[in-house]
């Protein structure tokens, strides 16, 4: 699985992307004037949207619906993310683990 390889490159983006959040939000709490342009309270739910959009990218684990064949629901990589898998039923991650 080569994209499970790469996981680090969504690891680290994501981890970038809570850096920014989070320095938004302490200048937002502080009042810092280098932000009193931005319209803070926007800007944090869109940073949660893109982190939540980049987040989906993460290979985790292999497809529940395909095995690693390649699916239309892993977009034929084979892989998921834990929250695709999450929201997998509990019978195919169940079925998938007894054939691991
Ligand atoms: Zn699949």
Request: charged share 30%; proline share 5%.
């Amino acid at each position: 699985m080569t994209i499970f390889k790469r996981r680090g490159e969504i690891a680290d983006m994501l981890a970038k992307i809570e850096a920014i959040r989070n320095k938004i939000e302490i200048a937002d709490s502080l009042n810092d004037p280098l932000f009193k342009q931005c319209r803070t309270e926007g800007l944090l739910l869109d940073i949660s949207k893109v982190y939540r959009h980049i987040r989906i990218a993460l290979p985790e684990h292999v497809c529940p619906w395909c095995g690693g064949k390649g699916c239309s629901d892993c977009r034929t990589t084979g892989m998921v993310s834990p929250y695709v898998w999450g929201m997998a039923p509990e019978q195919l991650k169940k079925d998938l683990l007894k054939r691991a």
